[in-house]
């Protein structure tokens, strides 16, 4: 019966999968305190992730009217809006925790995704901005900041924000596949160069590996065909969601 290590265990037993767990652990919980927002916010992050998302909203909502600054409760409120396709709401959630916490990266980044998602691209880029001033070295806000310029069509802003991205985290494999297209898309940089820069790249992160597959010797074709395949980078590029994967989105710290 002790509140704090019954709401405590609810998430755990959520990241191990245990969902049946983890929804009786947070429902003993309000049987505990039936007014804790806590308890109630840890039953709304819990039916989220089983996909009802009607009941989550109401279970936030109501924590959220219990404890109407907590940054984890507008969050989680929002990411069920955003399942919902409800972008406007969810990005009017978190304008107003932005407001009462503006030390909040975390705040500011599920902001950039939802305005992100909704095609403002211009007030994703102030919200990951200012996320930027209170974690200039976190290369997730910089890789966000890029794909959004890229979709705006400002190629070389982008390169420069992927530059950045690896600047803070050497080994992060999107910010070099996003910089790649960027700067082959955009001719900014010779083919050669550019070549050579990833091969680099490559052979310093995963030296154990052929980085030259195909300088070897050739193999015979199967009927003399040969068959050619297109890549688009729109499907392949991470957004920090908090923690999910989008198609052609920024991600979120």
């Not at 900041?145 to 600047?167: D, F, I, N, P, T």
């Not at 900014?188 to 820069?197: I, Q, Y």
Request: hydrophobic content about 40%; charged content about 25%.
């Amino acid at each position: 019966d002790f509140l704090e290590a019954v709401i405590n265990r609810t998430p755990a037993l959520r990241l191990l999968g245990r969902v049946e767990e983890a929804e009786a652990s947070a429902r003993h919980a309000l049987e505990l305190a039936p007014s804790s927002p806590l308890a109630m916010g840890a039953l709304g992050s819990v039916l989220r992730e089983q996909g009802r998302l009607t009941d989550a909203e109401q279970a936030l909502r109501q924590a959220l009217a219990a404890d109407p600054l907590s940054p984890e409760l507008s969050i989680n409120l929002a990411l069920v809006l955003q399942k919902q396709g409800r972008l406007d709401d969810g990005v009017a959630v978190l304008a107003a925790a932005t407001a009462q916490h503006r030390d909040r990266g975390d705040l500011f980044s599920q902001l950039g995704q939802l305005q992100f998602l909704a095609g403002r691209y211009l007030e994703a880029m102030e919200a990951y901005r200012r996320q930027a001033t209170l974690q200039p070295r976190l290369a997730e806000v910089h890789y966000n900041m890029a794909v959004v310029l890229k979709e705006m069509g400002l190629l070389e802003a982008s390169a420069a924000a992927y530059q950045q991205a690896l600047h803070c985290q050497p080994d992060h494999e999107n910010a070099l596949h996003g910089l790649g297209y960027t700067l082959n898309f955009g001719q900014l940089e010779p083919m050669p160069r550019l070549a050579a820069r990833l091969r680099a790249w490559s052979r310093r992160h995963y030296p154990a590996e052929d980085a030259t597959p195909f300088e070897g010797r050739r193999q015979p074709l199967a009927g003399g065909k040969v068959r050619i395949g297109f890549v688009s980078d729109r499907k392949s590029t991470r957004l920090n969601s908090s923690h999910e994967w989008i198609s052609r989105m920024p991600s979120s710290a």
